[in-house]
Structure formats: C-alpha cells, structure tokens
C-alpha cells in the first residue's frame, strides 16, 4: 500500500497550524521584551535599548542552525525586524540617516538593520547625523563607512572625552555586501562583544611622520592584530589622526592601549576606542557558502 499524498487543501491546514505557532511565539517573545524592560528599569540602566552584540551572537547562531530552501538573508531580514520591533516597545527609537543623494543607499542599509517601520531623518551632513545622536534627537546614525578618499571625515569627533560621546556599535551590512555599500552605526553606548568575531577601530592621534605601516608595527608590538588602516587626516602640520581596524574586541580601558607609541615607531599621544562590532556575514555564507567563509 502506498503512502496517500496529502490534499493541497491539508498542506494549507497545515501551513495555517505552523503560522499559527509562529504568531504564537512572537507574542510570546514581546511579553517576556516587557518583563526586560522592567528590569532594566529597576536597575536603572541606560535609555539605549540596543543590544547590538546580543543581536549579532543570535543571528550567528540562527545562521549556524539553519538549513534547507529557506533563504539565509530573509531569515536575517526577519530577526533584525523582530529586533528593531522589540527595542522600540523598550523606549524611544529613531535613526538619523546620512543620504547625499537620493539612491545613494544608506537609507536602505538603515531599514534593513533597524526595521522598515522605525522612525528616520534624512541628512545631507555628517556631522549632523552624530550631531542629532549626542544632542539625543536620534537613536542611532547611520554613517559611511570612512575611507582616505573621503572629502570630509566624519570619525575624529567620536575622539572626544566628552560623556555620551556616540561610539561606532555596528557595521552595515550584516548580511553581507551585494552593492558594495557599506556603513558604519553610532549610538551613545558602550559596544560590547558578541563573543564572536568582532572588529574594533582605535582612532590614533601621533606625530605627523607617523606612517600607516608605522601606526600597524606599533599597535603588533603592543599585542593588537591590525586588520588595516582605514583613514589618515592631518590635523595641522603638526598632527595626524589615524583609524585602524582591529580583530577583537577591545574595552575603552584595554591596558594595551597605554603602551603605544613606546616602540620607536613614532609618538602616539592618544588611542581612543571609537567603536566595536561583530564581523558581518560575508556574501558568500549567505548565498549558501560556509557561515565563515
């Protein structure tokens, strides 16, 4: 005897009884959101609801125990919507964008990690968009991912001592780069780690005759692994910024931080962490490749 193959209309029965179960657990899911955000409450926590390292080690390990037809990128998609409703049932939520151009697509780089529904302004300035994050008008801002070739640099006012300065929390996006578009997140928060594959960039404030392979020699001999160098600004004929990107994730009080600069590559006067995040996916693990790869 043959196995009876089952009726469309009871694979839609049953498609209804899954849907049904995965309403289910979404409300379930935002009534224990609740019973966080009370207790962050009577511990008196910040008013940033971002969890930004708890967000990335659950999608990596979604990712991880995925499997079948199901796209990987839609399953991301899904979780960072889940993400953003959650965070803006906790508090106050919002973004500030930095758009140039309309179709420059920072816009939907920002929608796809915080949510198609989250509230948005839209900025043609730089510092503008960290301008509205430390004066506390927005949540987050969404910011090129700063390279040399830039007119203006964006990441040397995140160098400041300045309490609530905004710290680099995220790269964008998680779900690897079709485009090529990248862009970096600030919220006013201290990152924290994955405890994964996380990135750190360290701002570096030298002598002007400090070299890129010299700012890289001087951050190995003090225990850091330089993934390179982003950005180089001169500030006077006197001073030079440099941002490095770095594996790991590095706290602001790293006691490797002081001893930069002793190793005869040239004077450092000041290493700032500007900002951690966790390593997004690469295209080719969500195409169906290795998550690692």
């Known amino acids: 005897m043959t196995d009876k193959i089952p009726s469309l209309s009871d694979l839609r029965r049953e498609i209804d009884g899954i849907d049904d179960a995965i309403h289910d657990l979404i409300m379930r899911r935002a009534q224990i959101a609740e019973r966080v955000r009370a207790a962050k409450g009577e511990e008196g926590g910040s008013d940033v609801f971002l969890r930004p390292g708890r967000e990335a080690a659950v999608l990596h390990r979604l990712v991880d125990r995925h499997g079948g037809p199901f796209p990987k990128r839609t399953l991301v998609r899904l979780w960072r919507e889940i993400f953003a409703a959650i965070v803006s049932m906790q508090g106050k939520f919002s973004l500030a964008v930095w758009v140039p151009e309309i179709g420059e697509g920072y816009q939907e780089l920002a929608r796809d990690q915080y949510g198609s529904h989250t509230p948005a302004t839209l900025h043609q ?56 578009k990248e862009a970096l997140s600030i919220a006013r928060m201290d990152p924290e780690s994955s405890g994964g594959k996380d990135r750190a960039l360290l701002a570096l404030e030298s002598g002007a005759n400090l070299s890129r392979a010299g700012s890289l020699d001087a951050l190995r001999d003090s225990g850091f692994d330089p993934v390179g160098v982003m ?30 600069g002793h190793g005869g590559h040239g004077p450092i006067n000041r290493a700032v962490v500007v900002g951690c995040y966790a390593q997004p996916f690469s295209s080719e693990s969500m195409d169906g490749g290795p998550v690692g790869s």
């Not at 040399?148 to 609530?164: H, K, N, R, T, V």
């Not at 009080?253 to 001893?259: V, Y």
């Open 125 to 180: 300035s730089l510092g503008q968009v960290t301008q509205e994050v430390l004066e506390g008008r927005a949540t987050v801002g969404v910011l090129p991912l700063p390279t040399a070739e830039d007119a203006l640099a964006w990441w040397p006012q995140l160098m400041s001592d300045m309490a609530g300065t905004p710290r680099v929390v995220s790269r964008l996006p998680v779900a690897g780069s079709r485009s090529g």
């Open 231 to 260: 950005d180089v600004r001169s500030q006077g004929p006197d001073v030079r910024l440099t941002l490095v990107e770095v594996k790991g994730f590095v706290p602001p009080n790293d006691t490797r931080l002081a001893s930069l």
